[in-house]
C-alpha cells in the first residue's frame, strides 16, 4: 500500500483523539476532599494561572536561546548527552542520634515472631523490657536473638523489611533506619514526566548533602532523543557507597516509572537500596491535622515554604509541549524551577521529620 | 428413540410437510483414532490411561504438528476434544523446559474460568507445575506480581493483554519463557475488533523477541472458509490446518423448515418455531431453542408453555427460558434439570450460544438464520449425545439469507464459503498500534517492520509532523499526550464517542455514525431489551439524553449518500463489467426519520444534523452499456434495478465474507459522475475500511452469481424483504425494480448471456409493466 488518501488523516486523527485525552481533572477551589487522594487533580484557578503564566513567558523568552537561559553543562555518558544544572540551597538539620533509634527498636518486643502488643505488655510486666532480655526467654530466645543479629548487620534494607513487615511500612521506626545513614548518603529524587506512565521522563531531579549544603543535580531533556543519557547518569547516583533513596510518593511513581524508562530501552533496573517514600511517612504524622498532604501543602504548613510562580506537577507536559512546539525555552523555566523546589521541600522535609524523632537534642 | 417419530410427524402432518424444503441427514460416524510421532511423557501417558482417552486423529494430527514446532490452527467441531489438542503440547514443553511459559487467550472471562478447572487437574496428576492462573480485569492487585513471576500457564484476554503491554517490564520473566500462545475460539476476532487483536499480537511477539522468546501459536476456530489466511492474518506467522474431525457422532437430521415456502406465512414464523418446540417437547426429546433476541425469547416460552398446558401441565412446565441477566444459582438449577432429565425444552438467546452449559440435547431448533454458518453450525451442534440419534431444524425467517437457504440447500451444506476478514491496512487501526508500540519500546523502522508493514515509515514521519513520536538515536519514541492503550480501543477506531445519559446516568457510548443512526432526536432506541426515546443529541457535547418509554412504534433514519471516488486502487473485468476497488469519500445527510408501527409508516419527521463524512473502501462496477437499452425496451427502470442489485448483493455479503450486513454500506445511480454512467458501489461502512469489500471484490464472481440466484428464485413479484427490500435503506426502499434488478444480475453474473438478455428468464415471476 502506497499513502493513499485513507493514510493522509490517520495521523490527524490520532492527534485529536490523543490531544483531547486528559490525565487530571479539574476541582473547584475548597472541594478537595471530591478528589480524595489523587495526584490527578488541579484546581481551576491553579490552571487559569499556569495558562497565563505560559502565555507570559512565551513572549518574555521570546528569540532567546537555551544557551542564554540556561547555565549549566552537557553530561555525557554511553546513552548519549542530556543537560545538567547544579544548584545549591541551605539546609539545616541536627546530626542523628542512632543511640534513640536502636534504644527504640530494642524495646520493641513485637519485632519477635509470634509477639504482639498484648505478649508484649504481658513479657514487659515480667521483666522483659528489651529485646536482650528476651535473649533469656525460654522459648522466644532463639528468634529474639535472630532479630538482633539482622538488627546489629546494619543492612537498612533487611532492618526496614524486618520492621515494616512486623509492623506497617510506614512505622515510624521504619523511618528511623535512616539514622543509620550519614547525611552524604541520602539520594533526594523527583522527576518530571509526559504523563502517567509510558511516557518520557523529560526531568530528573537529585539532591545529596555536600558540605551541610544540599547540592540538586537536574538533569533536563533538550529533546527526547537525550532521554536515555539523562537516565543512565540518574542511575549512577543510586549506586554510591551506601546509598538510601528518599523520595514522595516515589513507591508508586518515581521509581517504577524510571525501571520502566530503562526497560523501555532495554536497560536493567537499578539495583535495590533503601528507600524512605515519604509521602507515606507524612500522612501517618499529620493525617488528620492537615487537609491536604501534598507536598506543596506540606512544605507552606509545616516548612512554611510559598512558592512563587510554580506550575501545578500535572501541566508539566503542557509546558513541555509548548518548547517543543516553539523552541521557546520560556515554559521549561517553571518546569525546572518547580523540580528544584520539590526536591529541596523533599530534603528539607525528611530532615524535618527525622529532626522530630531522631535528632540529637 | 423420539427422532425417528418427530420425523415422521414432519411428514405426515400436512402443515409441517409442505414447509420441510430439505432434510439432510448424515449417517453416523466412528471414532478415528490417531497415532503421535513419538510417544508422551510418561506423566502425560498415565493420564490419557487412567482417563480413558485414546487420541483421535485430528489431536494427534495437532499435536503431532506442534511438537515439530509448527504453528497449528484447529477447525474441528465443538466437542471434538480441542482442549487436549493444545493441553498436550503445551505440557510437553512445561515438563521439558522449566523456564517455559504459556499464554491462554479467551475471548470472555467466563471461558477462561471454564478452563482452569481442566488445567489445574492435568497439572495435578501428571506433577507437571503450571500454576495456572486467570490475569484479566478481576484480577486483584494483590495477586498480580506473583502471578507474573510464578505462574507458567497464563489465561487472560485481548483487552487485558492490550493494557498490560506497556508494563513489559514486569512480565520479562514470563516473556522471556514463553513458548505457546493458545488463542481458543479465535473466529472471534474478525473485523475491526480481529484487526485490532492482530495488532496487539504482533505488539506481543514483538516484546517477544526483545526478551528473547519465540513462542508458536494454538488456535481454535469454527469452520471457515479460509483458516490457514486467516491465523497468518491474526498472528503474522504460518500455520498448519488440522480439520478432518475424528471424533465419533451419531446419525443427524439437519432440517430446514420454511413458513414462507408459498411466499406468504400465514402463522408469524415465531409461532411456528413454538409448533415445533412443542412438538419435540412432545415427542419426550430433549430440545433448545434459539432464538434473535431475549424479548423473543421469552415470548416463545410463554407461547410454548400455553400451547403445552392444553395437553399437560407437566409438559408445560418442562419448559423454560435460558438468558443472560440470570443469577449464577438460576442457571445453575436450570441446566441441573435439563441434566436429570425434569427440563424438557429451553429456549435461550442467540448471545448464548457458547456461555450455555447444558452439554448436549436431542434436537435444536434454530428460530431464523443467526447470521453466519459458524453459528448455525455451532448451534446445531448442541444436537447429538454420544452416539445418539439427533435432529436440528432451522426455521427461516423473512430475509434474504434465510430464504437463499431454503432454496438453495446445496449452498448451506456445502463446505464453509466463509471468510472471516482480517484487515492489516486499516491506516487508523494500523496507526493506533504503531503509537501503542512506539510506547513499549523505540520503534526500529526496518526491524519492525515485519510487524507493522513496508509503510511503517511513512506512518512515523507523519506522527512526527503530528508531535505525537520523536526520532531518537534508539529508534522513535511515543511522546504525546495521552496513554495510547486507553486511546486504542479493541473495538472501534479513533472517533469521538456520544454519550447516552438516561436521568444522568451512563446507559453506553456509542461513535457519531451510530449516533446519527440510532440516536437522533426523536429516536427509539433499544438498549439491553429496553426502549427509550430520544428527547435531544448535541453534535457538539457529544451528549445523547434520553428516558424510558413504552411507546409501539419504532423509527427509521432516511438518509442521501453522496460518494466521490478519491483513487482507484485496481480495475478489473468480471463477465464484460468493468469493476473496480478503491478508496472513497462517503459522505451521509440524514435528512429525517419514518415513524413506523409495525411496517406501516405513521410519519416522517424532519432531522437537521451535519453531514457526516468518512473515507473508507468500496468496489464499484458500472454495467455494460447494453444494459440500459434492453431495460427502456422492456419498460424496466434503471435505477430501480440498480438499486435493487445493490440490496441483493449487500444482503448476500454476509455469506461469503464474515460480517454484518450493517457493516456494509451501498449507493447506486443511474448516471454517475461526469460520464453520467450508471454505477453501484458497495463500501465498508467503517472509516479507513475493514477488509469487507476488498475481500467482495476478489471473489465477485461467486457474490454475484447468490444474489442473482436469491432475487430469481423469490417466488414475490415485485420485491419483498425476503430478497431486494433492505431494512436499513436510507431511501425507504424507494425506487426498486424487481424485474431490472434479476436482469441486471443474470447479466453481470454470467447467468444469463450478453446475447439472451432480451429474454426473461423462466421462474423469476416478472411481470413486466
Given at each position: 500500500m502506497t499513502a493513499t488518501p485513507l493514510f493522509n488523516r490517520a495521523g490527524m486523527l490520532w492527534q485529536q483523539r490523543i490531544s483531547g485525552m486528559h490525565e487530571y481533572e479539574f476541582v473547584r477551589e475548597g472541594n478537595v476532599f471530591s478528589a480524595g487522594f489523587s495526584q490527578s487533580f488541579v484546581f481551576s484557578s491553579e490552571y487559569e494561572a499556569a495558562r497565563q503564566l505560559l502565555a507570559t513567558l512565551l513572549s518574555q523568552y521570546q528569540g532567546r536561546n537555551f544557551d542564554s537561559v540556561f547555565c549549566g553543562r552537557d553530561e555525557v555518558n554511553s546513552g548519549g548527552v542530556c543537560f545538567a544544572h547544579t544548584s545549591r540551597h541551605d539546609l539545616s538539620f541536627h546530626p542523628f542520634d542512632t543511640g534513640r533509634f536502636r534504644d527504640e527498636v530494642e524495646k520493641d518486643l513485637s519485632l519477635v515472631h509470634g509477639i504482639g502488643p498484648a505478649t508484649g505488655k504481658k513479657l514487659n510486666a515480667r521483666g522483659y523490657l528489651t529485646l536482650n532480655d528476651l535473649c533469656r526467654h525460654p522459648h522466644y530466645c532463639h528468634n529474639a536473638k535472630d532479630v538482633l543479629t539482622r538488627i546489629s548487620g546494619g543492612n537498612t534494607l533487611e532492618i526496614m523489611n524486618l520492621i515494616g513487615g512486623r509492623h506497617s511500612r510506614s512505622h515510624r521506626s521504619v523511618l528511623g533506619t535512616a539514622a543509620m545513614h550519614?547525611?552524604?548518603?541520602?539520594?533526594?529524587?523527583?522527576?518530571?514526566?509526559?504523563?502517567?506512565?509510558?511516557?518520557?521522563?523529560?526531568?530528573?531531579?537529585?539532591?545529596?548533602?555536600?558540605?551541610?549544603?544540599?547540592?540538586?543535580?537536574?538533569?533536563?531533556?533538550?529533546?527526547?532523543?537525550?532521554?536515555?543519557?539523562?537516565?543512565?547518569?540518574?542511575?549512577?547516583?543510586?549506586?554510591?557507597?551506601?546509598?538510601?533513596?528518599?523520595?514522595?510518593?516515589?513507591?508508586?511513581f518515581d521509581l517504577p516509572y524510571l525501571t520502566d524508562r530503562l526497560a523501555y530501552y532495554g536497560l536493567g533496573s537499578p539495583v535495590a537500596i533503601p528507600h524512605f517514600d515519604m509521602l507515606h511517612f507524612s500522612r501517618r504524622r499529620w493525617k488528620g491535622e492537615?487537609?491536604?498532604?501534598?507536598?506543596?501543602?506540606?512544605?507552606?504548613?509545616?516548612l512554611e515554604i510559598k512558592r512563587k510562580d510554580d506550575i501545578p506537577g500535572q501541566m508539566v507536559p503542557e509546558f513541555y509541549e509548548a518548547y517543543q512546539r516553539s523552541g521557546n525555552c520560556g515554559p521549561l523555566v517553571p518546569i525546572l524551577d518547580h523540580n528544584r523546589q520539590d526536591v529541596v521541600s523533599l530534603a528539607r522535609l525528611f530532615f524535618h521529620l527525622m529532626g522530630e524523632s531522631y535528632g540529637c537534642t | 428413540m423420539a427422532v425417528p417419530?418427530?420425523?415422521?410427524?414432519?411428514?405426515?402432518?400436512?402443515?409441517?410437510?409442505?414447509?420441510?424444503?430439505?432434510?439432510?441427514?448424515?449417517?453416523?460416524?466412528?471414532a478415528r483414532y490417531g497415532r503421535l510421532d513419538c510417544s508422551l511423557s510418561p506423566a502425560l501417558e498415565g493420564y490419557l490411561t487412567q482417563s480413558g482417552i485414546r487420541l483421535y486423529s485430528h489431536q494427534c494430527e495437532a499435536i503431532n504438528a506442534s511438537r515439530a514446532g509448527r504453528n497449528v490452527i484447529l477447525t474441528t467441531p465443538t466437542a471434538s476434544g480441542k482442549t487436549l489438542a493444545f493441553n498436550l503440547p503445551v505440557f510437553t514443553a512445561l515438563e521439558c523446559d522449566s523456564d517455559a511459559r504459556a499464554l491462554y487467550l479467551y475471548p470472555t472471562k467466563a471461558l477462561a474460568n471454564d478452563q482452569l478447572l481442566p488445567l489445574d487437574e492435568l497439572s495435578r496428576f501428571t506433577g507437571i507445575s503450571a500454576r495456572s492462573a486467570i490475569y484479566d480485569g478481576d484480577t486483584p492487585q494483590s495477586k498480580r506480581a506473583a502471578i507474573r513471576e510464578k505462574s507458567r500457564i497464563i489465561l487472560s484476554n485481548p483487552h487485558e493483554l492490550h493494557q498490560v503491554l506497556s508494563w513489559h517490564a514486569k512480565w520479562r520473566y514470563f516473556l522471556s519463557g514463553l513458548e505457546f500462545i493458545?488463542?481458543?475460539?479465535?473466529?472471534?476476532?474478525?473485523?475491526?475488533?480481529?484487526?485490532?487483536?492482530?495488532?496487539?499480537?504482533?505488539?506481543?511477539?514483538?516484546?517477544?523477541?526483545?526478551?528473547?522468546?519465540?513462542?508458536?501459536?494454538?488456535?481454535?476456530?469454527?469452520?471457515?472458509?479460509?483458516?490457514?489466511?486467516?491465523?497468518?492474518c491474526l498472528t503474522g506467522q504460518v500455520f498448519v490446518s488440522v480439520e478432518e474431525d475424528g471424533s465419533p457422532h451419531?446419525?443427524?437430521?439437519?432440517?430446514?423448515?420454511?413458513?414462507?415456502?408459498?411466499?406468504?406465512?400465514?402463522?408469524?414464523?415465531?409461532?411456528?418455531?413454538?409448533?415445533?418446540?412443542?412438538?419435540?417437547?412432545?415427542?419426550?426429546?430433549?430440545t433448545l431453542c434459539f432464538t434473535g433476541s431475549r424479548k423473543m425469547a421469552e415470548l416463545l416460552t410463554l407461547w410454548a408453555r400455553e400451547d403445552a398446558r392444553l395437553s399437560s401441565a407437566r409438559a408445560a412446565d418442562s419448559i423454560s427460558v435460558y438468558r443472560a441477566g440470570f443469577l449464577p444459582e438460576e442457571r445453575r438449577t436450570i441446566e441441573q434439570q435439563l441434566k436429570d432429565g425434569s427440563l424438557k425444552g429451553v429456549v435461550s438467546t442467540n448471545a448464548l450460544e457458547l456461555g450455555i452449559d447444558v452439554g448436549s440435547l436431542d434436537a435444536v431448533i434454530l428460530s431464523g438464520y443467526p447470521g453466519t454458518m459458524m453459528s448455525t453450525r455451532q448451534q446445531a451442534g448442541r444436537a447429538g449425545r454420544k452416539g445418539d440419534e439427533a435432529i436440528a431444524i432451522l426455521v427461516a425467517q423473512a430475509n434474504p439469507l434465510d430464504q437463499y437457504f431454503m432454496h438453495h440447500p446445496d449452498r448451506f451444506f456445502s463446505r464453509s464459503h466463509e471468510h472471516a476478514i482480517i484487515d492489516l491496512k486499516n491506516p487508523y487501526i494500523l496507526a493506533g498500534h504503531i503509537l501503542c508500540a512506539a510506547a513499549e519500546l523505540p520503534v526500529d523502522e526496518g526491524a519492525d517492520r515485519q510487524y507493522f508493514g513496508d509503510t511503517l515509515d511513512?506512518?512515523?514521519?507523519?506522527?512526527?509532523?503530528?508531535?505525537?513520536?520523536r526520532k531518537t538515536s534508539r529508534g522513535w519514541v511515543y511522546s504525546g499526550r495521552g496513554r495510547t492503550a486507553e486511546a486504542v480501543r479493541l473495538d472501534g477506531m479513533p472517533q469521538e464517542t456520544f454519550r447516552v445519559l438516561c436521568q444522568g446516568k451512563l446507559l453506553e457510548t456509542m461513535d457519531r455514525g451510530q449516533a446519527y443512526r440510532e440516536a437522533h432526536e426523536g429516536a427509539i432506541m433499544l438498549h439491553q431489551g429496553e426502549t427509550y426515546i430520544v428527547n435531544e443529541m448535541d453534535p457538539a457535547t457529544h451528549n445523547i439524553r434520553v428516558t424510558g418509554t413504552s411507546v409501539d412504534y419504532?423509527?427509521?433514519?432516511?438518509?442521501?449518500?453522496?460518494?466521490?471516488?478519491?483513487?482507484?486502487?485496481?480495475?478489473?473485468?468480471?463477465?464484460?463489467?468493468?469493476?473496480s476497488f478503491g478508496d472513497v469519500e462517503v459522505t451521509e445527510h440524514f435528512t429525517g426519520y419514518k415513524i413506523k408501527r409495525g411496517d406501516t409508516i405513521i410519519g416522517i419527521e424532519p432531522l437537521s444534523l451535519p453531514p457526516l463524512t468518512f473515507r473508507t473502501r468500496a468496489f464499484w462496477f458500472i454495467p455494460p452499456a447494453d444494459i440500459k437499452k434492453s431495460l427502456d425496451t422492456a419498460g424496466l427502470d434503471l435505477a430501480g434495478g440498480l438499486h435493487g442489485a445493490e440490496h441483493a448483493i449487500i444482503a448476500l455479503m454476509p455469506l461469503h465474507v464474515l460480517c454484518d450486513r450493517w457493516d456494509i454500506g451501498g449507493m447506486s445511480s443511474p448516471a454517475f459522475g461526469a460520464d453520467g454512467e450508471p454505477v453501484v458501489f458497495v463500501y465498508d461502512g467503517h472509516e479507513g475500511g475493514i477488509?469487507?469489500?476488498?475481500?467482495?471484490?476478489?471473489?465477485?464472481?461467486?457474490?454475484?452469481?447468490?444474489?442473482?440466484?436469491?432475487?430469481?428464485?423469490?417466488?414475490?413479484?415485485?420485491?419483498?424483504?425476503?430478497?431486494?427490500?433492505?431494512p436499513k435503506c436510507g431511501n425507504d426502499n424507494q425506487p426498486l425494480d424487481k424485474g431490472a434488478t434479476t436482469r441486471i444480475l443474470g447479466r453481470i453474473s454470467g447467468e444469463i448471456p450478453a446475447c439472451s438478455h432480451e429474454q426473461v428468464p423462466a421462474g423469476t415471476g416478472v411481470v413486466p409493466s
Open positions: 550519614e547525611p552524604e548518603d541520602f539520594v533526594f529524587f523527583d522527576i518530571e514526566t509526559l504523563g502517567l506512565f509510558g511516557r518520557p521522563i523529560i526531568l530528573f531531579g537529585i539532591g545529596s548533602v555536600e558540605n551541610e549544603k544540599l547540592c540538586v543535580t537536574q538533569y533536563l531533556l533538550r529533546d527526547i532523543d537525550e532521554e536515555e543519557a539523562a537516565l543512565l547518569a540518574t542511575v549512577s547516583h543510586l549506586s554510591g557507597d551506601h546509598p538510601a533513596l528518599v523520595t514522595f510518593n516515589g513507591k508508586s492537615l487537609s491536604s498532604l501534598r507536598l506543596t501543602a506540606l512544605e507552606k504548613a509545616v | 417419530d418427530l420425523l415422521r410427524l414432519l411428514d405426515s402432518v400436512p402443515s409441517y410437510r409442505e414447509r420441510v424444503t430439505h432434510i439432510e441427514t448424515t449417517e453416523p460416524v466412528t493458545v488463542i481458543d475460539e479465535a473466529h472471534r476476532y474478525r473485523g475491526v475488533f480481529g484487526s485490532n487483536i492482530a495488532f496487539v499480537i504482533r505488539r506481543l511477539l514483538r516484546l517477544c523477541r526483545h526478551y528473547g522468546s519465540e513462542p508458536r501459536f494454538i488456535l481454535s476456530t469454527a469452520t471457515l472458509a479460509n483458516p490457514q489466511e486467516f491465523a497468518r451419531g446419525r443427524k437430521h439437519f432440517v430446514l423448515y420454511n413458513p414462507f415456502f408459498n411466499g406468504i406465512c400465514e402463522k408469524s414464523a415465531h409461532h411456528e418455531t413454538k409448533d415445533l418446540l412443542v412438538s419435540c417437547v412432545k415427542e419426550d426429546l430433549q511513512e506512518y512515523l514521519h507523519d506522527f512526527q509532523s503530528h508531535d505525537l513520536l419504532s423509527t427509521q433514519p432516511l438518509k442521501e449518500v453522496e460518494l466521490a471516488i478519491l483513487e482507484t486502487l485496481e480495475t478489473k473485468e468480471v463477465n464484460g463489467m468493468r469493476c477488509g469487507l469489500a476488498e475481500k467482495a471484490y476478489a471473489i465477485l464472481s461467486p457474490l454475484l452469481i447468490s444474489a442473482y440466484e436469491m432475487v430469481r428464485d423469490c417466488p414475490c413479484d415485485d420485491g419483498c424483504p425476503s430478497c431486494i427490500h433492505s
